[in-house]
């Protein structure tokens, strides 16, 4: 299976603003994503949340548009829209028909400097945004994530929920939300990405027309650093009523750029993706486990974690799947894969990155994701460097990142009992 040829036109603005143009003819739409280089890392001390209420409170008006606006002249052209917020960036996204994007991109200009973040509007969405984080809570698989995050990172931002905590969501006030917007939501501090089927010329003297009037904003901050390397593992349970028995183990991995990555990828693959990966064969198989993987997102801007989650089988002894766990990690650090386990590893790594480009949004996403933290130049080589990945380098990621002093592990037990740390 090919990579569709997926080309990518840059610009910018005299004002800063990065402009990545995705061409296709694949349907009459447009994807408008506009990107700032802003995300929950970001958020000041003892106000964890801030980037993700901001999301919501663009959301709440404009001196252009009132709140609702936004919604109904997107809803009366028949497009399609949302935000997002991640540890290194905020999105927001509007799919389109061709001939009507120039609204999208009127709307993204006027929210970036326009938005009224009045405290009326911040206190009604302070509920919405609790009752999100109260939600996430009640869910097992998100709690036992997030506890593992703040155990592998404690005191760095990425240990805290991408939303915050409700207790620091409540004490947001609209002043210094103002100050982040102010700070982070300029247009030197974003990117555009406009994938679909228009004309280049056209469209970008539309974004030049929308957008080059704003002015630039101040230089950024500095950025905060990468957590220092763990030295010892952690462990610890979560128990509560309902849900089912999970386990999961992060190992401090390194970042998108680092030149691991790509033999991490497929180690993730040989691992725990599909039915063929070592760790459906040993423990779903077996009848231990009801699932079983294993991923290296890696698409951060310092080092993160290489995760293995595991749902035990009703009654399967936990020591039982920590030891077959650590069978197959020994094994994958002592000896290489075979070359049939590194062929099927390179061609799923394959098929899924052409899925995430079989859609015109979904290209759009891909370049603005990797922008946000190796550049989407980062695709140019990326196949080639899986390609030279040998069975002895995926041994060699094996033993140098699935150590025991670099693991963090968390046991959800459904038995209502409380939480507990070692």
């Keep these: 299976m090919s990579l569709p040829r997926l080309v990518v036109h840059e610009h910018r603005l005299d004002n800063g603003l990065k402009i990545l143009l995705v061409p296709s003819r694949d349907a009459p739409l447009v994807a408008v994503s506009l990107w700032y280089r802003t995300g929950s890392r970001h958020d000041p001390p003892g106000e964890a949340g801030t980037a993700h209420m901001l999301e919501h409170m663009l959301y709440k008006g404009t001196r252009r548009h009132p709140q609702g606006a936004y919604d109904h002249i997107l809803h009366e052209q028949g497009a399609v829209h949302n935000a997002s917020t991640w540890y290194e960036r905020t999105n927001y996204y509007i799919l389109i028909s061709s001939d009507r994007y120039?609204?999208?991109?009127?709307?993204?200009a006027d929210r970036m400097r326009g938005a009224l973040l009045d405290a009326a509007g911040l206190g009604d969405e302070i509920e919405v945004v609790v009752n999100e984080l109260q939600r996430s809570e009640d869910d097992p698989a998100t709690a036992l994530h997030e506890r593992l995050l703040a155990r592998a990172f404690p005191g760095h931002p990425y240990g805290r929920p991408v939303g915050g905590t409700p207790g620091e969501v409540r004490g947001l006030t609209a002043e210094r939300l103002r100050d982040f917007y102010d700070a982070h939501y300029r247009p030197n501090h974003a990117y555009l990405v406009v994938a679909g089927d228009y004309d280049e010329g056209r469209i970008l003297e539309r974004v030049?027309?929308?957008?080059?009037?704003?002015?630039?904003?101040?230089?950024?901050?500095?950025?905060?650093?990468g957590a220092p390397p763990q030295s010892a593992e952690r462990r610890f349970e979560l128990r509560r009523a309902g849900g089912r028995e999970q386990l999961l183990l992060g190992y401090r991995a390194p970042a998108r750029r680092h030149p691991d990555v790509p033999a991490l990828d497929l180690l993730a693959q040989v691992m725990g993706q599909g039915r063929m990966s070592r760790l459906h064969r040993a423990l779903v198989e077996p009848g231990m486990a009801v699932q079983a993987g294993a991923e290296n997102p890696a698409a951060l801007v310092h080092p993160f974690l290489f995760y293995i989650d595991v749902s035990p089988s009703l009654g399967a002894p936990r020591e039982?799947?920590?030891?077959?766990?650590?069978?197959?990690?020994?094994?994958?650090?002592?000896?290489?894969?075979t070359d049939a386990e590194l062929g099927r590893a390179r061609k799923q790594a394959r098929v899924d990155l052409v899925l995430r480009c079989d859609r015109v949004s979904a290209r759009g996403a891909l370049v603005g994701e990797l922008e946000a933290t190796v550049g989407w130049r980062y695709l140019d080589d990326y196949l080639s460097r899986l390609a030279a990945v040998e069975a002895e380098d995926v041994r060699r990621v094996a033993a140098t990142y699935l150590v025991p002093r670099g693991?963090?592990?968390?046991?959800?037990?459904?038995?209502?009992?409380?939480?507990?740390?070692?």
Aim: proline letters at 12%.
């Design 102 to 108: 120039e609204t999208a991109l009127e709307l993204e």
């Design 208 to 225: 030049a027309s929308a957008f080059g009037p704003i002015p630039a904003g101040p230089a950024r901050l500095s950025e905060p650093p």
């Design 320 to 337: 039982s799947i920590d030891a077959v766990l650590e069978r197959e990690i020994d094994r994958l650090s002592r000896e290489p894969v």
């Design 407 to 422: 693991r963090t592990v968390g046991h959800f037990r459904p038995d209502g009992e409380g939480e507990k740390s070692a």
